[in-house]
């Protein structure tokens, strides 16, 4: 599927398809801390009031932990266990803010970050937002629990499977599959059931790509029945667990009338990576309809194969800005460095925004100096593209693009401090300092994508090999 940035957004079903299935956790988890610590404070507010606070701690009572805390004067030195306590009661209380406080106590500036903390930390920034009177916000905290799949989230996953926002609903489901939850969710079953169709193709994914084979009965009766895109999801279902002749009515889907089913067979075929249908993903950068071609050029991008250079070439050259972008960003994702020329002469289209996804492409191909054309970008007078900006610099861990990054996190817009803030978890260089500052964001939306880049930078560093 269509893999353009964010400010690029297709009309209609398929479109909305796209922002829910998207290859792109979590309230009352918290990691146990221990509660005791060596080198307390010489100047203690006296050991019964911890032992107090304690107590109150085991007994679950975690608002008054924090009473005991806030009756402290602010010039009182305390120990350690103490301050752990109150933060962890504000973890447990679902106050993010305020443990993030606590922590900077806990572990200064000038000293290297506790995991142990600060994951369960930015954790709770997601986890205390999820069920948020406003809509935009419990999505934007289901989007990045998609995206980072967190398997101990279960319960909050699932509980999301319940929310009234289809978006968020949808978001639930791909989260449940990428955290390796599907074959033993028993909610995400019934969201096959669901009243949306994006919330059953969603589960309809996830449960196919756990290879749940007892989906079969219903995904046949689906395809049977339905006549629209979620029939091609169901096709695509079929085929991921083992009825190879699905194959073809996926194929044939891209010849009908109506565009979203073509787009919807596109981007499954993008998805399933068969040699055999290389032939259909090109003639689709053809089609009559700019949405389609866009699907296409993003299928090939998933494609992954050099294959795909032929006719993205040819869709660098569309009439709408649009289909140039996503193919300028599926050419940087096939990783082929002779595309390079192709690329360069993009960045002097007219289009900002095509300029903008050159960029991406040349940085995902190892080309740094295109970091110079991110700066320009970054201070351009439309703070969509200063977004789009922030939003090439994932591709890069180059010094200077954190150097930009840096100061889009403190532009006057939402926007560029959005996609500044997200860019940050996927680079590879030391950034933590600048996402824990992001934790005090005036903006709720900014504050839950520096808490999801916390988490994936923690990840990463975890997974990372360790030198010898």
Known sequence: MVRGRESLTVKGFGGRVLQLLLP?????????????EAGTSKAQPGSALEREATEFFNRAEYGQVL????????????????????FQSSLKLGRPE????????????????DPALLRPLSLSFLTSHVRDSQEYVRIAAYTILAELGLPETQAVLEDGLLDASVLVRARSADAIGKAGLAGKSGPLRRALNDAMPAVRIAAMNALSEAHVTDIMPYLIEVARVDDGPEAVFA??????????????????????????????????LGRLKRPSSLSVLSQGVYDPEPSVRAFAAGALGDYGQAGGVAPLTHALGDESAHVRAVAATSLGRLGIRDNLPLLR?????ANMQVRASAVEGLLRLGDTSAVLLAADLAKHADPSIRAAAAHTLAATSDKQGVAILQTLLQDQQPQPRLLAAKALGKIGAPVMPL???????SDLSIRLAAAGSLLQQLRRSATAPRSR
Do not use: C, N
């Open 67 to 86: 009473k005991l805390w806030q009756s402290l004067p602010p010039e009182t030195a305390t120990s350690k266990p103490f301050i752990r306590l109150a």
């Open 345 to 349: 002469v993009l960045t002097r289209d």
């Open 235 to 268: 096709y695509a279902a079929l085929y991921r667990l083992g009825k190879q002749d699905m194959l073809t009515d996926i194929t044939g889907a891209v010849t009908l009338p109506d565009p979203e089913i073509r787009m919807a067979a596109l981007g499954a």
């Open 435 to 441: 996402l824990k500052k992001t934790l005090r964001d």
């Open 98 to 113: 305020e443990a993030l406080t606590l922590y900077q106590r806990l572990v200064p500036i000038d000293q290297p970050d």
């Open 24 to 36: 792109l956790t979590l309230g009352s988890i918290i990691i146990t801390l221990p509660l005791s």
